[in-house]
């Protein structure tokens, strides 16, 4: 997916009041400011209270679910290739949410988790750079996480 389909999908979420935060690979590169690898897909963090509606809207645009998850993670396919990766959040008061995650484990977006960067140089939410980095501890990193991380500690 390049960087035009995501920010077209972004305007499309946003027509309908769809709260969504670019996350993955993208988000690496909305908080560097830059498209810095191809990506397979867009992985999002979604508002869990608007996942039915995001996916009714996804169905009117072409998109099939090929992993169903739910309620941990939903993937979306396109008839061109596209692929959409759900992670939906339940959202706390406090602006802190948490993320279903297999076996029981949950994923914590901390308050100041969420932020706003840059894809083909408009704005767009994504994860903070602390977010990312906190998603990218805990597990033994595969080469490009480790290229991932020190673009963010870059920042």
Do not use: N
């Given at each position: ?36 690898r191809p990506h ?81 140089g408009r704005p ?32």
């Open positions: 997916m390049d960087g035009g389909q995501v920010t077209a999908l972004l305007d499309e979420f946003a027509a309908y009041g769809l709260r969504v935060w670019v996350a993955g690979g993208w988000a690496v590169d909305a908080v560097v400011g830059r498209q810095t397979a897909d867009l992985d999002l963090a979604i508002d869990a209270d608007q996942q039915a509606e995001l996916l009714a809207l996804l169905g009117r645009l072409g998109f099939v679910t090929t992993v169903d998850w739910l309620p941990v993670r939903a993937e979306l396919t396109a008839p061109d290739g596209r692929k959409v990766d759900l992670h939906p959040v339940t959202f706390r008061p406090d602006g802190s949410g948490v993320q279903s995650g297999l076996d029981g484990v949950s994923f914590g977006y901390a308050a100041d988790g969420f932020a706003t960067g840059l894809i083909e767009v939410p994504c994860l903070s750079v602390a977010q990312q980095l906190r998603f990218r501890e805990g597990y033994p990193p595969r080469e490009i996480d480790h290229d991932d991380v020190a673009l963010l500690r870059g920042r």
